[in-house]
């Protein structure tokens, strides 16, 4: 198993940059493939960025694509979320999340283990 620890989010204005943090521990954590959802207040989870299962490839939804970047540093037991060029409907909690089972990335019901969350504010 596997426990994830998310920070870095904060207020922003519309066009600011950020970087999330996930801090993971656990029993090989390279083996987990690791993702990022987000939920909006009154809004369903939504899928935002993953990893392939093996690592090697990247997906990300259409909203975000270009704008964010998800990266890791399996030596530190970390990934990130950078995101670039802010919109107001970036405003979310970001979730980090883990799964070690076959299952489609952008489903949330994929990942078995999520971390407490972080807030990203645009304030308009």
């Known amino acids: 198993q596997v426990q994830l620890v998310e920070s870095g989010g904060g207020l922003v204005q519309a066009g600011d940059s950020l970087r999330l943090t996930c801090a993971a521990s656990?029993?090989?954590?390279?083996?987990?493939?690791m993702g990022w959802f987000r939920q909006a207040p009154g809004k369903e989870r939504d899928f935002v960025a993953a990893?392939?299962?093996?690592?090697?490839?990247?997906y990300y939804a259409d909203s975000v694509k270009g704008r964010f970047t998800i990266s890791r540093d399996n030596a530190k037991n970390t990934v990130y979320l950078q995101m670039n060029s802010l919109k107001p409907e970036d405003t979310a909690v970001y979730y980090c999340?883990?799964?070690?089972?076959?299952?489609?990335?952008?489903?949330?019901?994929?990942?078995?283990?999520w971390g407490q969350g972080t807030q990203v504010t645009d304030s308009s």
């Open positions: 656990g029993r090989t954590f390279s083996n987990y493939a």
């Open positions: 990893f392939s299962r093996s690592g090697g490839s990247t």
């Open positions: 999340v883990g799964r070690s089972g076959a299952g489609y990335y952008a489903t949330s019901r994929a990942y078995d283990y």
